[in-house]
């Protein structure tokens, strides 16, 4: 009951239309617990030390420690050109869907997306992905305009990761042809953490280095749009903007967060896993 009232607190408070987690970072890869509720992240994923917060229930599935009701699941499997879709209904409460690709980790209530090297992807796409897609409440998919103001914050640490993840979209959605993202947040293995930018709704993508963060350790974001033309990017409290180009103007978007990994092979050991503490989006 005490989890339930602050959710519901919250959102109020904040008028948000996302996913709300309670969770403070820990780290989700097989801790070793140590005094004062200190985890030790094990060799080979990451170097952390976090304290777990108390608030997150570890023992129920993600929607039980997040509102996801505005959010749909695709995952690495199903047919080929036809990744698994879970939807909404499927993902919410404390016994809503999970398994080996999407999960709360068991000692820190996180969030967790595991897409390996090897899985189905989309027709238009060659890498596997266990990421969320923005919805309306009602079950439609969510579809907004430029105009006004959308933000979608995330707190995550990237617990293991091959070469290059995407944790982050605006995605287009209705208006023309094009299949591209308005923009990606990519995270690399380096530790660099690298905006991508459309060039426009045809394709080209222009690379810009936001911030560093290690293998392992735990960081925030904020991406948006705001007043039409420009996208909002804050990475650790650092604040960068960007003009979107009017070839964009006839689009309209939605979000996307999740590990969409960023390189394949024939291994479904190899991949991208990322944790998830925080999660939410806000039009207005």
Same mark, same amino acid.
């Given at each position: 009951?005490?989890?339930?009232?602050?959710?519901?607190?919250?959102?109020?408070?904040?008028?948000?239309?996302?996913?709300?987690?309670?969770?403070?970072?820990?780290?989700?890869?097989? /801790?070793?617990?140590?005094?004062?509720?200190?985890?030790?992240?094990?060799?080979?994923?990451?170097?952390?030390?976090?304290?777990?917060?108390?608030?997150?229930? /570890?023992?129920?599935?993600?929607?039980?420690?997040?509102?996801?009701? !505005?959010?749909?699941?695709?995952?690495?499997?199903?047919?080929?050109?036809? /990744?698994?879709?879970?939807?909404?209904?499927?993902?919410?409460?404390?016994?809503?869907?999970?398994?080996? $690709?999407?999960?709360?980790?068991?000692?820190?209530?996180?969030?967790? @997306?595991?897409?390996?090297?090897?899985? !189905?992807?989309?027709?238009?796409?060659?890498?596997?992905?266990?990421?969320?897609?923005?919805?309306?409440?009602?079950?439609?998919?969510?579809?907004?305009?430029?105009? =006004?103001?959308?933000?979608?914050?995330?707190?995550?640490?990237?617990?293991?990761?091959?070469?290059?993840?995407?944790? =982050?979209?605006?995605?287009?959605?209705?208006?023309?042809?094009?299949?591209?993202?308005?923009?990606?947040?990519? $995270?690399?293995?380096?530790?660099?953490?690298?905006?991508?930018?459309?060039?426009?709704?045809?394709?080209? &993508?222009?690379?810009?280095?936001?911030?560093?963060?290690?293998?392992?350790?735990?960081?925030? $974001?904020?991406?948006?749009?705001? =007043?039409?033309?420009?996208?909002?990017?804050?990475?650790?409290?650092?604040?960068?903007?960007?003009?979107? /180009?009017?070839? @964009?103007?006839? $689009?309209?978007?939605? @979000?996307?967060?999740?590990?969409?990994? &960023?390189?394949?092979?024939?291994?479904?050991?190899?991949?991208?896993?990322?944790? @998830?503490?925080?999660?939410?989006?806000?039009?207005?």
């Amino acid at each position: 009951m005490r989890m339930r009232t602050l959710l519901t607190s919250l959102a109020t408070a904040t008028a948000v239309t996302g996913g709300l987690a309670l969770a403070a970072p820990a780290a989700p890869a097989s /801790p070793v617990p140590t005094a004062a509720g200190v985890a030790n992240t094990p060799s080979g994923q990451g170097s952390t030390n976090v304290v777990a917060s108390p608030m997150a229930d /570890p023992s129920v599935a993600p929607g039980g420690n997040f509102d996801l009701s !505005v959010w749909q699941l695709q995952e690495p499997v199903g047919s080929p050109g036809s /990744p698994t879709t879970i939807p909404s209904s499927r993902l919410q409460g404390a016994n809503g869907f999970q398994d080996a $690709y999407f999960y709360t980790d068991t000692r820190d209530g996180a969030m967790t @997306f595991w897409a390996p090297e090897k899985g !189905v992807t989309t027709p238009n796409s060659n890498y596997a992905r266990s990421e969320l897609r923005e919805m309306n409440r009602n079950g439609t998919a969510a579809n907004w305009s430029l105009s =006004g103001t959308h933000q979608m914050k995330a707190t995550l640490r990237v617990v293991s990761v091959t070469s290059n993840v995407c944790v =982050g979209q605006i995605h287009l959605g209705t208006g023309g042809s094009s299949t591209k993202p308005l923009l990606e947040l990519y $995270y690399r293995s380096s530790g660099d953490i690298v905006l991508g930018t459309e060039n426009s709704p045809s394709g080209g &993508q222009t690379l810009h280095t936001v911030g560093h963060v290690s293998v392992g350790k735990t960081w925030n $974001y904020t991406i948006g749009v705001s =007043g039409g033309h420009t996208i909002d990017l804050t990475v650790n409290g650092s604040t960068t903007h960007y003009a979107i /180009p009017s070839s @964009f103007d006839a $689009y309209k978007q939605y @979000f996307k967060a999740g590990s969409y990994n &960023q390189s394949s092979s024939d291994s479904t050991t190899k991949g991208a896993r990322v944790a @998830f503490y925080g999660l939410t989006v806000s039009h207005s």
